[in-house]
């Protein structure tokens, strides 16, 4: 079984060596704070949110590496099956910026620890109806397309951006309402959402 904490640690600590090794260190690279959003809206089954923060470094002219954390709100309702949840991500990736200095288009990749908590009613409505809370943790990757352009100034820039993913190698825990245990599982899949981000560089 993939173990997602050991993967999620290797992958942070490398950001961080890459970050803030002599040779980059060196080179007196650029640093970006970015804080961004995406949203799904009530588009069949699901509707969904995730708040992002990032420090973001860049290696040499079109190279970056980032960390970040993430803020999860969603829920998925099928007139059936209805499962409510949040969960907080940490990760990091890299991104390559084809003009170089953190602008113009990029295309870039990432994979982030997520831990996630829901509610779910099954046969909603109905005399079967029954509920419980149900708890993941998993390893979400994911890929982006997006162009960073300034606005007025070289130190604040927007970034509007499609990005695509799914969670694997999911640990799902499910309990129902009257403390027994369940086998259901978080509907957390594969997605492709759009965000956009508000970049200050320093």
Same mark, same amino acid.
């Not at 990032?54 to 059936?80: C, F, H, I, M, P």
């Not at 604040?156 to 009257?178: H, M, R, Y």
């Given at each position: 079984?993939?173990?997602?904490?050991?993967? @999620?640690? +290797?992958?942070?600590?490398? *950001?961080?060596?890459?970050?803030?090794?002599?040779?980059?260190?060196?080179?007196?690279?650029? %640093?970006?704070? %970015?804080?961004?959003?995406?949203?799904?809206?009530?588009? +069949?089954?699901?509707?969904?949110?995730?708040?992002?923060?990032?420090?973001?470094?860049?290696?040499?002219?079109?190279?970056?590496?980032?960390?970040?954390?993430?803020?999860?709100?969603?829920?998925?309702?099928?007139?059936?099956?209805?499962?409510?949840?949040?969960?907080? !991500?940490?990760?990091?990736?890299?991104? =390559? =910026?084809?003009?170089?200095?953190?602008?113009?288009?990029?295309?870039?990749? +990432?994979?982030?620890?997520?831990?996630?908590?829901?509610?779910?009613?099954?046969?909603?409505?109905?005399? =079967?109806?029954?509920?419980?809370? !149900?708890?993941?943790?998993?390893?979400?990757?994911?890929?982006?397309?997006?162009?960073?352009?300034?606005? !007025?100034?070289?130190?604040?820039?927007?970034?509007? &951006?499609?990005?695509?993913?799914?969670?694997?190698?999911?640990?799902?825990? *499910?309990?129902? &309402?009257?403390?027994?245990? *369940? @086998?259901?599982?978080?509907?957390?899949?594969?997605?492709?959402?759009?965000?956009?981000?508000?970049?200050?560089?320093?």
């Amino acid at each position: 079984m993939l173990d997602s904490r050991k993967l @999620s640690s +290797g992958l942070l600590t490398g *950001c961080l060596l890459a970050v803030f090794s002599p040779a980059v260190l060196a080179q007196g690279a650029s %640093n970006s704070v %970015n804080l961004a959003v995406a949203a799904i809206p009530k588009i +069949g089954d699901l509707r969904a949110s995730v708040v992002m923060a990032e420090y973001e470094r860049l290696l040499g002219q079109k190279l970056t590496v980032y960390a970040r954390g993430s803020s999860l709100k969603y829920k998925w309702d099928n007139d059936v099956y209805v499962e409510d949840g949040k969960g907080t !991500g940490l990760g990091g990736g890299v991104r =390559f =910026f084809l003009q170089g200095g953190m602008k113009g288009f990029y295309v870039g990749g +990432g994979l982030s620890y997520f831990k996630s908590k829901w509610d779910w009613t099954d046969d909603t409505g109905t005399a =079967f109806q029954t509920a419980g809370k !149900g708890e993941t943790k998993s390893i979400q990757w994911g890929a982006e397309i997006g162009y960073r352009f300034n606005l !007025g100034s070289k130190a604040v820039s927007l970034t509007p &951006a499609i990005n695509l993913g799914s969670w694997l190698g999911a640990d799902d825990t *499910c309990t129902n &309402a009257n403390g027994t245990t *369940c @086998s259901k599982e978080s509907e957390l899949g594969f997605y492709v959402v759009p965000s956009v981000a508000l970049n200050i560089v320093f």
